[in-house]
């Protein structure tokens, strides 16, 4: 008899560890009036769910817990939304499992 069990991506990323760069973070949003449909897919699409829209409709990240999986560079990169370099030595994403 199988038994499945549901993880949630939540439970999956929690084994992965995150070094934050106090101050640094390695993605920012630059500023906008309006998000442009690349940016507001953001908010749906990074598997770490690092952006979310605040109450004024404007597009915000939390770098901490990023994968770097580059979903963010590759759909907003070359519209200049999101500005994406690597974590500083020691810092960022370490992976449980390799």
């Not at 915000?60 to 590759?74: K, P």
């Amino acid at each position: 008899m199988k038994t499945a069990i549901a993880e949630r991506i939540e439970d999956k990323l929690y084994q992965n560890r995150y070094l934050v760069d106090s101050g640094r973070p390695h993605i920012t949003v630059r500023p906008h009036r309006s998000p442009s449909l690349n940016l507001l897919a953001l908010t749906r699409v990074c598997p770490a769910k690092c952006y979310e829209l605040n109450q004024t409709g404007q597009v915000e990240v939390t770098a901490d817990g990023c994968m770097e999986c580059g979903t963010c560079r590759v759909l907003c990169g070359a519209n200049g939304d999101v500005e994406w370099n690597y974590p500083r030595g020691g810092f960022g994403v370490l992976f449980k499992f390799g």
